[in-house]
């Protein structure tokens, strides 16, 4: 199985790549660029090549890069969609480029135009890249949400409505969040609600869609649709849930990333993946 966490790429996004191996990361989730400016530094060749030597050195892979955060698909404004579309176009070519496999995104907020609307545009803007991108490689991943605000894609039903808009989906999944999915009113503590939820993703999505999983606890209530993330065991989702998740057998080959606080240090990680591999029943 393939455990790890989001890592930094302060200073270069080679030192992802040692930070993961420090945290005793499988496999690791980094940005391809600084996740709060628009802007997108131009990545050298000798910083490409030191980042695929240590990926060779280490054995530690990169499963996916996830998007920055200022990116809005489903926004209405044409300049901030315009910004958006440009922006993960650009990082879908440097995940390709950096040979990374998955990038993930939030699908986006309607901001007061409605859910269908905001979802289409969304779709449109999919379409539109599908069609554009050279030699692609890399899978573009919607993710569940916490359904905050006017954020998309904290049903299944949402998900698979994009999904069902885009015309040749072959290259589009789902990265899945305990915390988000939490929060948006999906039991997965007990085994009984653990199996009816994943039902309901196999039956609205299609399990075969599913390609990261992100594994987070939750600092909030369930159903309370905010997206606070706490370390694994220590919040609402408890234990039992990521129990099982780590044993159910359809996951085996998916990539689980934390994104749980964590200090310089990295200990926070350490513990919380040998917490997680110890769930495993040999
Ligand atoms: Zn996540
Ligand atoms: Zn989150």
Redesign the pocket.
């Known amino acids: 199985m393939l455990f790890g966490a989001h890592e930094s790429i302060s200073g270069g996004v080679f030192n992802a790549i040692e930070r993961g191996k420090k945290a005793t990361c499988d496999t690791i989730q980094m940005f391809n660029k600084s996740n709060s400016q628009w802007r997108a530094k131009k990545i050298d060749q000798k910083e490409l090549d030191k980042y695929f030597e240590l990926i060779e050195e280490t054995g530690v892979t990169v499963s996916t890069s996830h998007s920055s955060y200022l990116i809005n698909m489903a926004s209405p404004k044409k300049p901030l969609n315009k910004m958006s579309y440009d922006s993960l176009k650009l990082e879908m070519e440097r995940c390709n480029m950096l040979k990374i496999p998955n990038l993930v995104f939030h699908p986006g907020s309607h901001v007061g135009t409605g859910e269908e609307e905001g979802m289409d545009r969304i779709a449109k803007n999919i379409n539109k890249m599908f069609g554009e991108l050279k030699d692609n490689n890399v899978h573009l991943l919607l993710?569940t949400t916490a359904g905050q605000g006017t954020n998309l894609g904290y049903t299944f039903e949402q998900l698979s409505y994009m999904i069902k808009r885009v015309k040749d989906s072959s290259q589009l999944g789902v990265?899945l969040?305990t915390c988000?999915i939490f929060a948006a009113g999906y039991p997965i503590s007990d085994p009984k609600d653990y199996k009816k939820t994943m039902k309901q993703f196999d039956d609205i999505i299609g399990i075969d869609r599913l390609r990261i999983i992100?594994m987070?606890d939750s600092k909030k209530e369930f159903g309370s649709k905010r997206d606070r993330h706490e370390h694994i065991g220590k919040g609402f989702i408890g234990i039992e849930a990521f129990k099982n998740i780590v044993n159910d057998k359809r996951l085996k080959n998916i990539p689980m990333i934390l994104?749980t606080p964590k200090e310089e240090e990295l200990l926070e990680d350490i513990k919380n993946l040998k917490l997680l591999r110890s769930l495993v029943k040999k």
Do not use: S, V
Request: hydrophobic share 0%; glycine share 0%.
């Open positions: 993710e990265c969040d988000h992100h987070n994104e």
